[in-house]
């Protein structure tokens, strides 16, 4: 496994036992901010940007997979001075991210908590349902005019970082071409929970939404998870937890008990 040794940054607040958080494709650290501001009373919560989101490093020169993002992550948490297992707390893109630090680093994380992982059964599956998202997403990712409309949608306004949302497009024109072309099929496309959960012995809890993909919900509750594994749904949709950060707290202090 190659090192992957840049430096990601870190948003760290509060005090106690660490609960790590890593947001999904196009987002940043500021995805978790209204959740982390009721975690960080008891925790001490550190939200990091991936490798070529938000304000991290955005290198040309790699693929974006799993394994360059799991190493800046793990180099990150190292130069941070994080010596205790900790929670690792993943959405989207960031679930399987997680899924892997775990599987890497079993000693490293004491309860893993996956928020709407993607769900697919293959890669071709996913490409398929990704592709088959509405006109909009297929003109953003998948056409041949989509340089171009990247372009004209960076000279839009953005939100101050200060009162923007969550879920916000300020972030999603932060991750440039490499990172967003190669984080979608390099890491996303290339998931698998239903295997990597049965690598770990990890106490992990996936949360989905109903609301969220058909693919995902049909393909979660066809599965056989192993023990460790918690599954529970909600009524909500993709960004649920962004949106209901109360929810999304009690969810998280329930798994660590």
Same mark, same amino acid.
Request: without cysteine; charged residues 25%; aromatic residues 16%.
């Given at each position: 496994m190659t090192n992957v040794n840049y430096k990601l940054h870190t948003e760290v607040s509060g005090a106690g036992t660490p609960i790590v958080m890593v947001h999904g494709y196009l987002a940043s650290s500021h995805y978790y901010s209204d959740i982390a501001k009721r975690l960080e009373k008891t925790? @001490?919560?550190i939200r990091v940007d991936l490798l070529g989101h938000g304000k991290s490093p955005k290198p040309h020169n790699i693929p974006y997979d799993h394994n360059d993002q799991v190493q800046a992550l793990h180099y990150t948490l190292e130069q941070l001075g994080v010596k205790q297992p900790f929670a690792l707390v993943g959405h989207s893109m960031g679930a399987l991210i997680a899924l892997? !630090?775990?599987n890497i680093y079993p000693e490293r994380v004491s309860r893993l908590v996956l928020f709407n992982p993607p769900m697919f059964s293959s890669p071709e599956e996913a490409e398929r349902d990704i592709a088959a998202t509405g006109p909009g997403y297929r003109l953003l990712m998948f056409? /041949?005019?989509q340089r171009t409309v990247w372009r004209a949608l960076k000279t839009l306004p953005r939100n101050p970082s200060k009162t923007r949302h969550p879920v916000s497009l300020t972030d999603v024109l932060r991750v440039n071409r490499h990172a967003r072309t190669g984080s979608l099929r390099n890491l996303v496309m290339q998931g698998n929970v239903f295997k990597e959960v049965h690598e770990i012995t990890t106490p992990t809890l996936i949360v989905m939404g @109903? /609301?969220?993909r058909v693919t995902y919900l049909k393909n979660a509750l066809n599965a056989?998870?192993?023990?460790h594994v918690t599954l529970k749904i909600n009524q909500h949709g993709h960004n649920g937890m962004a949106y209901h950060p109360k929810l999304a707290?009690? !969810?998280i202090r329930e798994h660590l008990g």
């Open positions: 925790h @001490q919560v892997r !630090y775990a056409s /041949k005019a @109903q /609301k969220d056989q998870f192993p023990p707290e009690s !969810y």
